[in-house]
């Protein structure tokens, strides 16, 4: 329910109208130009975001005043609300309506959702019950504009909004002495872009490290970010918009054979770790390890910003790519840590099989494990100009999910493994080769 403190609230916003909010004056109710600019303005915000028309304000974001729909009545006006959404309007809006009676003005609040399907359209003539002509409108950053070919294409086939919203997670299972990754050990693939870094950490720093978990947690949600890029410099070598092929537990990719602007990114681009942080406190040297582990330059599009954040001292980073058509975010938060393999990991139970109490000990004695719940969010400005390039970067973003997705995500990778007991069967068989082996 919208108050008055929200609407004054709307009316102070420098931006005034924004891409959820529009204004309009009360006369607008009262003519049939009017009403036809109200429809566009409905169908414009459907298609976009969904947001608010207010009515009764004045373009420079002042009230019209009380009782200025007391001539015939607000039902009357929020019927004329009613015969736009639902018989002008195709498909119809599902709108809700609020009257609010402030103290410099009254207003009719008009909330409209965000599309759930195909495109919103105006109703600019009929044959009988068929539609003759119907016009497309969205909302941008410059107001309501009339939707072109491109965009119309783009609304129809992509009934759900381009932004998206992917969780995973990532599970570290490493040694405890050393925080080495253990070659025994099946992890997911990205756990290779974790090696050098672990393998580089000073002697003179694992003990400062792995003193305690709190610094070990920190370590490693610092470093996941980097470990990201250094996945992202192989990936997007040669172009930011491939193709990744998977088959049969195989992988390849390549540059989609299309002209795209670039920027490329070396190690002397990458941002620097904060000062306040656990990795720039050790005593190495950050970028040449970047070098040393084979750090290609890779490629992202023209104008984009690369960003790492650290919050909630050591439990939370954010690898981030900002754009003016598109905000990537990908967040990695501490979740949990345990002594040992993680405990949904089919190996811990070849280790505990024969003698289980010999077995956790040893186990523990040797691993432990670090879980993050992490997110990958995407929003995109939706395309004014350039459709063919925001599918681009849209094809972009699930380019960087497919790889979360089957590189990275924990969850994913345990589905794909054999059960448990297999590695148990097949841990007994290999003994009984060896004492054969042994009595021949």
Request: aromatic share 12%.
């Amino acid at each position: 329910m919208t108050t008055c403190d929200e609407i004054y609230q709307i009316l102070k916003n420098p931006e005034k109208e924004t891409m959820k909010i529009e204004f309009k004056e009360s006369e607008k109710l009262r003519s049939g130009e009017g009403q036809r600019d109200i429809g566009y303005e409905i169908v414009a915000l459907a298609n976009r975001y969904g947001g608010k028309l207010l009515i009764g304000v004045k373009k420079d974001a002042t009230l019209e005043g009380r009782g200025i729909f007391d001539d015939k009545g607000i039902d009357h006006y929020k019927n004329i609300i009613d015969n736009i959404c639902h018989n002008t309007i195709s498909p119809i809006v599902e709108y809700d309506i609020e009257f609010l009676q402030c103290p410099d003005g009254d207003i009719m609040v008009v909330n409209i959702p965000k599309r759930k399907g195909i495109p919103h359209a105006y109703i600019v003539s009929r044959e009988g019950p068929e539609i003759k002509n119907r016009i497309y409108y969205i909302r941008t950053s410059h107001g309501k504009r009339l939707v072109s070919d491109r965009q119309l294409e783009w609304l129809f086939s992509h009934q759900e909004d381009p932004d998206f919203t992917f969780p995973f997670r990532i599970v570290i299972n490493y040694y405890k002495d050393s925080l080495g990754i253990p070659g025994p050990i099946y992890q997911p693939s990205c756990i290779f872009n974790y090696i050098s870094f672990v393998n580089s950490i000073p002697k003179n720093d694992i003990k400062t490290l792995t003193k305690n978990w709190d610094t070990v947690q920190s370590f490693f949600i610092e470093i996941t970010p980097y470990a990201l890029l250094h996945s992202f410099s192989w990936l997007f070598a040669h172009s930011w918009l491939i193709e990744i092929r998977r088959h049969e537990g195989k992988i390849s990719s390549g540059p989609i054979p299309k002209s795209v602007s670039s920027r490329k990114i070396s190690v002397k681009d990458l941002p620097k770790p904060s000062k306040d942080s656990i990795i720039a406190s050790l005593s190495w040297d950050f970028s040449k390890i970047f070098e040393s582990a084979g750090f290609l330059d890779f490629c992202i599009p023209s104008n984009t910003e690369l960003q790492i954040q650290y919050e909630s001292k050591g439990k939370k980073s954010q690898l981030s790519l900002k754009h003016n058509d598109f905000s990537f975010d990908i967040v990695f938060q501490f979740s949990s840590m345990c002594a040992g393999l993680h405990f949904t990991h089919p190996q811990r139970a070849v280790l505990m099989d024969r003698k289980p109490i010999e077995g956790q000990e040893k186990m523990h004695k040797l691993y432990q494990s670090i879980e993050m719940d992490c997110v990958f969010k995407a929003s995109f400005n939706f395309p004014e100009e350039n459709v063919e390039l925001f599918n681009d970067y849209y094809h972009y973003a699930n380019t960087i999910k497919d790889h979360l997705e089957n590189d990275w995500d924990y969850d994913r990778f345990i589905e794909k493994l054999p059960h448990h007991k297999l590695y148990v069967i097949d841990n007994k068989l290999n003994d009984i080769l060896r004492i054969l082996e042994e009595k021949l």
